[in-house]
DNA sequence: TGCGTGCTTCTTTTT
DNA sequence: GAAGCACGCA
């Protein structure tokens, strides 16, 4: 017997063994579920199984590689990268690069990023007249990415009698047409998006019937991890390849499926048995992550499900703490709490940073939480929200490096055209790409052909759009010689863009050009590997195409708490979790509560976001926030009284704070002195109330727009807005001030307006523009 | 043509 | 509260 198969249980053996035919395996929260993946590989390589043959699937580039490291920890590096393991999207970029010539494309076309496929679609909108206000570029992507999920080509969707009546009913009958296009405009820039890596997949699998018996001889093993989050594009993609050898083995938890809401389809998971009758099903069911308390705790809240595998996850470690619930009087002291409650356990534990993770529902809930931290001088580390490859500086870079290996990419080409500035301004720009839209070809395409054809562009403007295609066609040329770290730095400098930043002394600036830096230093990374071969740029930009939020770590300092979304908390796991926002409408997003598939898979992230926790669990709830830049109130999370009341607990108002009126915001008096604990929470939480800063700006605004000499001497009742005074409102349009009232910042004007009468307006929130002075 | 300003919109989650 | 967009001025 192998040493590493006694390290396991029963179940996880049994399927680790289990390497011949079709196995399920339903892997309950913290049941070693990535531990059976990588034993499995390992086993398959101590049979004596090429690992070229093996082809193991992931959703995140975070689960592959964590994977990788294991394996190679197991059975050393070497043969890892023979392997092919990689996420869904990345390793069917590699075999779609491989064959493009069969599908007409480029082996070194693009792939959009979800904002190059908005842009597009914005483009393309205004070409067709469409009001944007109708066909607004997320939902209309979100069409056309539903439709190739589930394999509706451009023409099949135009001549499809329920998509389009779906469409019509929405109001949006067009979206055909714009699908069309779109599908087009990514042709002749040799690019695809994210969804096109799946469906142009199982479009040359169908259409080539030897290239995908290449494939299914080629991967004689293949496992998927997250089956539960596959969709019908992925499903078939793996139906397909497994339809030889059937050694297929899925690994997943129906009770973690949280992205329906991207065409995930929970029924892949139950409808496996089915699809594979000779199916072997393992259920792991033992917990070795969480104490009983948790494990139980998440059950009582998964038994709200109607749909689900009946499982009987259970622990046998200690049986724990209850759940702590903490009720924050608004979104800031639910920060400062948590913030103390770290400090709290962090000594009485003696624990690390890092043993603690703070979860969220939306990315916009961190920046209070942020502030809080810091103010206690807590280190942080924010997974996802905007992420490095986001940002403006980077993305810049990266179009120069997607134009020169794929000239044919309209929008990288759009992007950097004019950028450092070259003079090529909006008005020349639109005359060209006019041009490539008449003769449907690329931007680059197009700007070739400007000498012959008739365009009414001055001759130093085509002079520069050449000078332009100069630039990049030199860097074109030495893509192949040199290795990507040398190019990358040229293109760098060359182009003018390290100058352009390296001028701007601002703290952005300053910010954006240690980023450049900082995404030469990760090329030049990517290039020192052992291998013999450096890597060019076209790998690289291959590689970082399909890279999204996580991926860059490389800070030093790791002991921090960790900041992120409860979806991309799936598959990790903390000692203590503070899940925060337990808010009706936030969590159960409101999007979500009308529907009851929706509710549920808002209830699964619920279940996936308790489960994270190890020993320690504080689910909070403020009962105002922010949003949108207001106040609101809020309601206690229905969520929370799924869990059994057996295992959570109400901590004691410690620190809520009680003396502050919630009704009367505006109007925040102390009732009583407030104590220590609350004193600093108080400040910062008045001093986020008052938005005086917010206030004092929309009055130099005001002063702004107005000839009138307004005074903005804090302690004048008025504000600057004085009675007799000619005022416009977006809404009710001019009005006379005839009343003003109260303290600021709540002070009351009373207005009438000609054509809407008399209105008392909040000047806090009323929209006014002071037209003239009455005196 | 470029740039600054102010207005509007948007926020559920991500490969 | 940020980012894109339109508008108007230099």
């Given amino acids: 017997m192998y040493p590493y198969l006694k390290e396991l249980n029963d179940i996880q053996r049994e399927a680790v063994e289990a390497v011949e035919g079709p196995s399920l395996v339903i892997a309950g929260a913290g ?21 070229s043959n093996i082809l193991a699937l992931t959703f995140t580039n975070k689960a592959a590689r964590e994977m990788k490291d294991r394996i190679g920890n197991m059975i050393g590096n070497k ?71 589930n394999l509706v080509t451009a023409s099949n969707y135009a001549n499809n009698f329920q998509i389009k009546t779906s469409d019509k009913n929405s109001r949006k009958p067009e979206i055909y047409r714009i699908y069309q296009i779109y599908e087009n405009r990514c042709k002749t820039a040799g690019a695809m998006d994210f969804d096109d890596l799946l469906f142009k997949t199982n479009m040359l699998f169908d259409q080539f019937p030897e290239i995908l018996k290449k494939y299914q001889e080629k991967f004689k093993y293949i496992l998927v991890d997250e089956y539960q989050d596959t969709n019908f594009s992925q499903y078939l993609i793996i139906k397909k390849l497994a339809n030889k050898h059937h050694n297929l083995c899925v690994v997943g938890d129906d009770a973690q499926s949280i992205y329906a809401f991207r065409g995930a ?38 038994d709200k499900n109607k749909s689900q595998i009946k499982k009987n996850v259970y622990s046998e470690n200690e049986s724990g703490n209850k759940i702590k619930l903490f009720e924050a009087y608004t979104d800031h002291e639910e920060g400062y709490l948590i913030a103390n409650m770290i400090n709290d356990i962090r000594y009485r534990d003696h624990d690390n940073f890092s043993d603690f993770a703070i979860l969220y529902r939306t990315n916009a809930q961190s920046r209070i939480l942020e502030e809080a931290l810091r103010k206690k001088n807590i280190p942080y580390k924010i997974y996802g929200g905007l992420s490095f490859y986001q940002r403006k500086e980077i993305k810049d870079l990266l179009a120069y490096f997607r134009l020169i290996i794929n000239p044919l990419d309209d ?84 182009t003018g863009i390290l100058k352009d930043l390296h001028s701007d002394k601002t703290p952005e600036g300053i910010s954006r050009h240690e980023n450049i830096q900082e995404l030469l230093n990760g090329i030049k990374e990517f290039t020192n590997t052992e291998e013999e071969d450096t890597p060019n740029l076209i790998e690289y930009i291959e590689n970082v195409s399909l890279l999204t939020n996580d991926d860059k770590s490389n800070d030093n300092n790791n002991d921090k708490v960790i900041l992120m979304t409860i979806h991309s908390a799936k598959g990790l796991e903390f000692k203590s979790v503070f899940l925060t926002g337990l808010e009706e409408d936030l969590f159960p997003s409101k999007f979500t509560v009308s529907n009851i598939t929706e509710l549920e898979e808002e209830r699964r992230l619920f279940y996936v976001a308790i489960t994270r926790a190890e ?15 207001q106040l609101v109130d809020c309601r206690p999370s229905r969520f929370i009284r799924d869990i059994n009341p057996d295992f959570i607990e109400q901590e004691s108002p410690l620190l809520t704070m009680k003396n502050y009126k919630s009704k009367n915001r505006f109007n925040l008096k102390q009732e009583s002195t407030p104590d220590k604990n609350t004193e600093k929470s108080y400040s910062s939480f008045k001093k986020q109330n008052d938005k005086t800063s917010t ?45 003003i009232e109260g303290d600021f910042p709540n002070t009351k004007a009373t207005i009438e307006f000609n054509s809407a009468g008399t209105k008392q307006l909040l000047l806090k929130f009323a929209k006014l523009k002071v037209i003239k002075k009455y005196n």
């Fill in 411 to 494: 929008e990288a080409f759009k992007r950097i055209i004019n950028y450092p500035k070259r003079g090529i301004g909006k008005t020349s720009l639109d005359k060209l790409l006019q041009l490539a839209k008449d003769q449907d070809i690329s931007i680059w395409q197009a700007a070739t052909k400007l000498n012959v054809v008739n365009i009414q562009l001055s001759g130093a403007v085509v002079k520069k759009f050449h000078e332009f295609m100069g630039l990049i066609s030199n860097f074109t040329t030495m893509i192949n010689t040199d290795d990507a770290y040398e190019v990358a730095r040229k293109i760098a400098v060359n």
């Fill in 695 to 739: 206030f004092n700006s929309r009055l130099k605004k005001i002063n702004k727009t107005s000839s009138t000499n307004i005074s903005t001497t804090e302690g004048n009742n008025t504000e600057g807005i004085k009675t007799g005074e000619i005022v416009e409102h977006e809404r009710f349009g001019q009005g006379t001030v005839v009343n």
């Fill in 615 to 629: 020993k320690n669990l504080c689910i909070s709830y403020a009962k105002t926030r922010y949003r949108w830049g």
């Fill in 79 to 149: 043969i890892i990268k023979y392997l092919w393991m990689g996420t869904f999207h990345s390793i069917f970029a590699k075999i779609l690069r491989i064959e493009s010539k069969l599908i007409n494309y480029p082996s070194s076309f693009s792939i959009y990023d979800s904002q190059d496929s908005k842009n597009l679609i914005k483009t393309i909108c205004k070409e067709l007249n469409l009001d944007p206000q109708v066909y607004k570029a997320n939902e209309v992507l979100g069409r056309i990415s539903f439709a190739k999920n």
């Fill in 265 to 302: 389809r929970i029924e892949n998971i139950f409808n496996f048995k089915k699809d594979y009758p000779e199916n072997k099903v393992f259920k792991m069911e033992q917990n070795y992550r969480s104490t009983q308390n948790i494990v139980n705790a998440a059950n009582s809240v998964i």
């Fill in 31 to 51: 049941s070693g579920k990535t531990r059976v993946l990588t034993y499995r590989i390992t086993h398959l390589l101590n049979l004596g199984k090429a690992p």
